[in-house]
């Protein structure tokens, strides 16, 4: 009759033991699937702050392109009422003119 073996021999491991390595493995597999989620998921972030910030940024070119042609509009508008005072001012010096003949 061979002697009983002993636990915590190289051929056995109790369930115990067993159970906490593979624990232990779960813990370090899924640290590092974490680990490289978070990467991932930084990544994305930056992604999504890069076109969040190009729509604002476009929104803004597009609002200063307007106030632009709003001004050259504007400017358009005070030069032809330049013009529109200097012709009626010539127009009354030539009627002024041809009264004092």
């Known amino acids: 009759m061979p002697p009983p073996r002993q636990p915590h021999t190289a051929e056995f491991v109790t369930l115990r033991d067993y159970i906490d ?12 699937a974490y680990q490289a989620l ?11 702050k890069k076109v969040e910030f190009d ?7 597009k609002e200063i392109r ?3 042609e709003s001004r050259a509009e ?10 529109i005072i200097a012709t009626v001012l010539a127009i009354v010096s030539i009627i002024l003119r041809l009264i004092g003949m």
């Open 21 to 32: 390595l593979q624990i232990d493995t779960i813990h370090k597999s899924t640290a590092t």
């Open 38 to 48: 978070e990467k991932q998921l930084d990544g994305m972030n930056h992604v999504t």
């Open 55 to 61: 729509a604002f940024k476009e929104r803004i070119d």
């Open 66 to 68: 307007s106030l632009s």
């Open 74 to 83: 504007l400017r358009g508008k005070a030069s032809q009422t330049s013009v």
